[in-house]
């Protein structure tokens, strides 16, 4: 479980969209009245990402593999498929790491204990250094804890 104490400024949109989660679950898993009204302060816990993907109608692995930032070809691995076009309308695929943007002020070591992650894990999937520095902005691929 994540918390995230709320900042100045700060939307629950903004916020879910920095964690890669969804809206609904932080509401639901906050009991939010009003999602528009953030204190300043409070804390907030932001539910784990979501590594199972059920197929939809319409899909294809590249558009799957577009909106959770994942190559086609690192579906493939993740989900032994050996045809893409085999996919169908119900099938549960695995997500095999999500992307995460780095915020002012974060480092290696705060965002790999963030996610609850071995630091060491993060350093490999993004073909870096414990002496890598971080700029704003910049995307992080971030494996998903039970698949480590």
Known sequence: MRIHVVKQGETLRKIAQTYKASLSQIILANELADPD??????ALVIP???????VEQGDTLLKIADRHGVTVQELEAANSIANPASIY?????VIPYFTYTVQSGENLSSIA???GIPLRQVLQENKLTENSVLQPGQTLRIPYKDAL
């Open 37 to 42: 009204i953030l204190v300043v302060g409070e």
């Open 48 to 54: 784990e990402p979501n590594r199972d993907y059920v």
């Open 89 to 93: 309308v119900g099938e549960f695929l």
């Open 113 to 115: 204990n963030r996610f």
